[in-house]
């Protein structure tokens, strides 16, 4: 990537901000050991002892969804031509989700010990169940904590000069290192220190841009009330449009919902505090993050008046746009104080990793290798006997895995627009099914397993469906490159025609008729078009429905495809 005079960040790193990093990486290190304490059990491990004070859990929940992403890329979105505070209405549909979350999950979560959303859902459900929900969170944590690896090491990179590469495996060291050191407690604790951090970060970039912009403060806020700058609501009925009120209040809940009540990174916080009442306080208290994402789009708004229009038009580049505040941080801010903002981006960064490493270990032990073990020789037992020894291995094990992704996503980066599409898309595929399987739970809605085989991948294709348009390939027998994404879809729903009819036709044509809907339906979602931009280029709809409609989709056909009475008696007097 080469980057124009305006956006490339000139002058480095100097020692002072090396020094002011690398007291940060120990303070913290050594500050998280501390507090760990020792961890006697797997239950100190995973869920910190159930001793953990709700307003450190709500912190944390705060710095893991406060992640580089949130921190370099919303910045971009109000410093655009035509950019303003919109991006806010989503915080609607956050709020309304940790009500929902509060209130609702908390109390099924607290039934009984558990350690995870999929230990509940394979109880009310059946064990299957959370083999298929542990699967799906395996999938969204390696696609979209790779991503937002990846668009930490950019940043660090762009700054410090350090290979893309380095960057990325250096996060990751640090990050399992920390896990290491004491579980979920460590994970709580490091998270306080870098929720602080991300705060003072994000006060001390929008105070400097103040100060660097030209002129006045009153006529830097006139200047960008005169373009729109400070619009807060779109009542615009455009699906293609990402930020909109309608968004925020139909859309919005539902990636919420996903995001910290079904998603293991998030939702493990919940299951560390003493009891339902604290779980309950710290998820609500969390809507305050809101505060740190109206700090950066402020911090947007004011390098629209720090950078000339020239200089502006240089940032509106595909992949550049992620270099506005690291060139503004080295070009701008004094030695010393430019190694606190990287310290704050490092922290939202690991903040992100080491809790997405005690999850991914979390749950790996639960779904996989605990059941291994009981069915294991005396032999196998001894080997795999020390349950913390066995989660430390795992947690080495997926950062290697989610350093691999990252690293894959200086590729597949190429196919977003910017890095929020690129975190949201990637986990867009996961999300839904995951919800539309928890909210199945939560109803006490019966249906078997096979209902769920057919829901789960036709709800990922639906979201790929209506996410993925004109991935053109040049193929050699082909005269003109190909759109494979039209391949995918309609070979996809052929395929799940024909296998419905194979598998499904035998005295069950109402569950027939809800394959053949629900591949209509995925076909009519990838021709839809939502009109035309100001580039004269198709729209579609935009990234906050995509969670919806994987919800939806694998909510009704579970529902559909329940086996009939009659099959369920003739399999049960065959058995």
Request: include cysteine.
């Amino acid at each position: 990537m080469i980057l124009s005079e305006a956006t490339s960040p000139a002058g480095g790193f100097a020692l002072a901000d090396w020094i002011v990093v690398a007291l940060y990486l120990l303070g913290t290190t050594l500050l998280g050991a501390r507090l760990a304490g020792k961890q006697a059990n797997i239950r100190d491990f995973f869920l910190g002892g159930r001793k953990l004070p709700w307003w450190a859990i709500s912190g944390s929940i705060i710095a893991t969804e406060i992640s580089a992403v949130t921190f370099i890329a919303v910045p971009t979105i109000s410093f655009a031509e035509g950019g303003n505070l919109t991006y806010l209405q989503l915080a609607v549909g956050s709020i309304l989700a940790r009500i929902i979350i509060g209130y609702y999950f908390v109390p099924r979560y607290y039934q009984r010990e558990i350690y995870s959303p999929y230990d509940y859902m394979g109880n009310q459900l059946g064990p299957r169940v959370k083999t298929i929900t542990t699967l799906l969170f395996f999938v969204g944590a390696i696609l979209g904590q790779g991503a937002r690896i990846y668009v930490t090491a950019f940043v660090l990179s762009a700054i410090t000069g350090l290979n893309l590469t380095s960057s990325i495996w250096i996060m990751g060291i640090f990050s399992v290192g920390w896990t290491l050191l004491g579980g979920m407690t460590t994970v709580i604790w490091t998270d306080v220190i870098q929720f602080c951090v991300l705060t003072v970060g994000a006060i001390l970039v929008l105070g400097f841009a103040i100060a660097a912009a030209p002129g006045s403060m009153s006529s830097l806020v006139a200047d960008a009330a005169d373009v729109g700058k400070f619009q807060l609501l779109d009542v615009s009925l455009n699906p293609a449009t990402a930020y909109t009120l309608w968004c925020g209040l139909l859309a919005a809940p539902f990636l919420n919902l996903a995001a910290l009540g079904t998603d293991q990174v998030m939702a493990q916080r919940m299951f560390c505090c003493r009891n339902e009442s604290d779980a309950r306080k710290a998820i609500l208290v969390s809507s305050v993050g809101v505060g740190i994402a109206l700090l950066m789009l402020l911090v947007g708004v004011t390098l629209y008046a720090y950078y000339t229009p020239g200089e502006r038009a240089a940032f509106d580049t595909k992949n550049i746009r992620e270099t506005l505040l690291p060139a503004f941080i080295v070009q701008a801010l004094p030695v010393g104080v430019r190694g606190i903002i990287i310290a704050a981006v490092f922290a939202s960064a690991v903040s992100s990793l080491d809790s997405a490493l005690a999850a991914l270990s979390q749950s790996t032990a639960s779904a996989f290798i605990q059941p291994i073990k009981r069915r294991a020789r005396s032999g196998w037992r001894k080997y795999i006997s020390s349950q913390i020894a066995l989660s430390k291995v795992l947690v080495v094990a997926w950062g290697a895995v989610l350093c691999l992704m990252a690293t894959a996503c200086i590729v597949i980066a190429d196919q977003f627009d910017n890095a929020v599409d690129l975190a949201l898309g990637l986990v867009g595929y996961t999300y839904g099914p995951l919800l539309g399987i928890f909210l199945l739970a939560l109803f006490g809605i019966k249906r078997s397993d096979a209902g769920l085989t057919w829901a789960v991948p036709m709800a990922m294709l639906a979201v790929f469906a209506v996410s993925q348009h004109n991935l053109n390939v040049n193929v050699a027998w082909f005269k003109e490159p190909i759109d494979i994404s039209d391949w995918i879809v309609w070979l996809g729903s052929a395929a799940v025609l024909v296998l419905a009819l194979l598998k499904l036709a035998a005295g069950a044509p109402t569950r027939i008729a809800a394959i053949v809907v629900a591949t209509l339906a995925i076909v009519c979602l990838h021709q839809y078009e939502a009109g035309t931009g100001p580039d004269g280029k198709t729209q579609y709809l935009a990234f906050p429905w995509w969670c919806l409609i994987g919800t939806v989709m694998t909510f009704t056909l579970a529902c559909a495809l329940r086996r009939p009475k009659r099959a369920k008696r003739a399999a049960a007097r065959h058995h």
